[in-house]
């Protein structure tokens, strides 16, 4: 009997698949790597990126067509569909798998002290700098992912008696990374590259608990309702770290997040964008720091002369000072943020949560 669908995405251990239907479960499916699904035909796949990339709230000119092409059959494979049009026709009657499908496009690669020489250099060079600095600290993360990265940046503050009080923000344009790191929970296997100490002064167990897993780490159909992570010995960072961290969805295309920062964590981003947007952004990042504030980015990535920002260390660069035009454009707001005209602060619409620490005001969507 013929089968009515196309099963060439999935790859099954045992007996073929002849009859009926067979479902790909966890335990019986290899995972499916780039070499089983070809590259799709380039025009009809662009469109389809355009098309979810837009369908999600953001810019597709920001992104280069090489990278999302590259990642495009892992798309497929996480809606299990075998082209770009049957995957539109599913993400029009399924609008509650786009988060899923725009994840699997954009690379959200992370885990804690991701390249430890870069947090090495943080604690050796720039934590004294930042510990004779009056006021709290304003650490930001833009694409923040799951929230390793951030979460290693608070554990180097807390080591340094810097934590409390400072105010340190993830945000990413993904709402299933930022879910991810909201959730504060992580698997065994993303907290075991720490040292043993590190784990035991920083992270408690959290019992068996449905982990929401970023895609990345899902081991069953999307199409499948049910499945929202796995049950597994989960970990949770102790709470002098989680009182310190908000999260938030937010594009940084459309907006940069409020105040001056004395720390941006920017990391391997700037590789998968087009070079006019990245130039925009760079720039804007840069005034986003506060004077002789630090930006942190990837290996691979260099922000471009004539923005005032010399290397400190390995993938750290220093804001030398703030320019007439960024001093004047600066004004106290009434929250206690440094506010500019360029990056005007907005009302939260959300409810008030309530006062956090040193009198800011938390709001929901910050949890």
């Known amino acids: 009997m013929?089968?009515?669908?196309?099963?060439?995405h999935v790859c099954f251990e045992g007996k073929p698949v002849t009859g009926t239907r067979q479902k790909a479960c966890r335990g019986t499916r290899k995972q499916a790597g780039p070499s089983h699904t070809p590259l799709p035909p380039a025009e009809p796949a662009k469109g389809f990126l355009a098309w979810v990339i837009g369908r999600a709230g953001l810019d597709a000119g920001l992104y280069r067509?090489?990278?999302l092409l590259r990642r495009l059959p892992a798309c497929l494979r996480t809606l299990k569909v075998a082209s770009a049009e049957e995957a539109r026709e599913l993400l029009q009657d399924r609008p509650d798998l786009l988060p899923a499908a725009v994840s699997s496009l954009l690379i959200g690669v992370t885990e804690f002290f991701r390249d430890a020489a870069v947090f090495e250099g943080l604690r050796a060079e720039v934590l004294p700098k930042l510990a004779v600095r009056r006021g709290p600290l304003r650490i930001w993360s833009a694409g923040c992912s799951s929230g390793e990265e951030l979460y290693s940046l608070a554990i180097l503050l807390a080591e340094a008696d810097l934590l409390a009080g400072s105010f340190l923000l993830g945000t990413d344009c993904r709402s299933e990374a930022v879910q991810q790191a909201r959730?504060?929970?992580?698997?065994?296997?993303a907290v075991s590259s720490l040292q043993a100490a590190?784990?035991?002064?920083?992270?408690?167990?959290?019992?068996?608990?449905?982990?929401p897993l970023p895609w990345r780490e899902r081991p069953c159909c999307a199409r499948c309702p049910g499945v929202r992570g796995a049950r597994e010995h989960s970990w949770r960072p102790v709470e002098l770290l989680r009182r310190q961290v908000r999260w938030r969805v937010a594009d940084l295309a459309e907006k940069m997040a409020d105040g001056l920062w004395d720390v941006i964590l920017w990391r391997n981003l700037a590789i998968y964008l087009n070079p006019g947007p990245t130039e925009t952004l760079w720039n804007r990042l840069a005034g986003a720091l506060a004077p002789a504030g630090f930006l942190v980015v990837?290996?691979?990535?260099?922000?471009?002369?004539?923005l005032g920002l010399v290397p400190v260390c390995r993938c750290v660069y220093r804001k030398s000072g703030p320019t007439a035009a960024q001093r004047s454009s600066e004004r106290p707001s009434s929250n206690g943020f440094v506010s500019s005209s360029r990056f005007p602060l907005t009302p939260d619409p959300s409810p008030a949560r309530g006062e956090g620490r040193n009198g800011r005001t938390a709001a929901k969507e910050d949890v």
Do not use: Q, W
């Open 183 to 189: 959730s504060a929970l992580f698997s065994t296997a």
């Open 65 to 67: 067509h090489g990278p």
């Open 198 to 211: 590190i784990r035991r002064k920083y992270f408690a167990p959290a019992g068996s608990d449905t982990l």
């Open 298 to 306: 990837g290996k691979a990535e260099r922000p471009p002369a004539g």
């Open 2 to 8: 013929a089968i009515g669908f196309d099963l060439r």
